[in-house]
């Protein structure tokens, strides 16, 4: 094994502690949702287990990372950022984010075509922020049905039960930065008044 490959996998380990880290993930949890057994995880984490593709695979999946970016691979010299899309009843989910942790962010694409029926809100943990792009988006938010349009934004707990879908007979495209419980996006602006730093 020449030494860049050994250096490689022996980063593994570290990377994957780190990426649990980040998350706030128990390896019970990362156990449950990969199907590796907590010993083997650990041992993985400490470097006293060689990582396989077979250890490889589900643990990036489960941190939302690709394999690449789980063993560092050299960069190939290609810039483009390869999505791959999420669908989901008809919906289109699009992650523009690819680190583990943190707000995500997507773009949602719903098709006028889709008609789930009667609305049928849901909750979860976390707190969202909606952009509309094109179309428009009818959001049901606990008691209010309201109807967005290009330019407009939304910003909820999740908690608040939720539901979206096309206004009218257009598809709708939009925005959403996802975070945990209490993370939420925000602006930082300096007043008109301060000083340059």
Do not use: C
Request: no cysteine; proline share 8%.
């Amino acid at each position: 094994m020449d030494g860049e490959f050994g250096n490689a996998l022996e980063a593994v380990g570290p990377r994957l502690r780190a990426l649990r880290k980040q998350r706030e993930t128990t390896l019970s949890d990362l156990s449950e949702a990969t199907g590796i057994s907590v010993s083997t995880l650990s041992r993985l984490e400490s470097g006293s287990r060689k990582p396989t593709l077979e250890l490889l695979l589900p643990l990036a999946k489960a941190h939302g990372v690709t394999l690449d970016e789980l063993v560092d691979a050299p960069p190939t010299g290609d810039p483009r950022v390869h999505l791959r899309p999420i669908s989901r009843g008809g919906m289109t989910m699009l992650p523009l984010t690819r680190r583990a942790g943190g707000i995500q962010a997507y773009k949602l694409i719903i098709p006028a075509t889709v008609r789930r029926g009667e609305p049928d809100p849901q909750t979860h943990e976390g707190y969202e922020w909606l952009y509309v792009l094109n179309g428009r988006l009818r959001m049901i938010l606990g008691e209010h049905d309201l109807v967005l349009s290009p330019g407009e934004a939304a910003e909820f707990d999740t908690r608040v039960p939720h539901w979206f879908g096309p206004a009218d007979d257009q598809t709708v495209e939009f925005l959403s930065l996802f975070g945990k419980q209490g993370e939420r996006a925000h602006l930082r602006a300096k007043p008109k008044d301060a000083p340059e730093r």
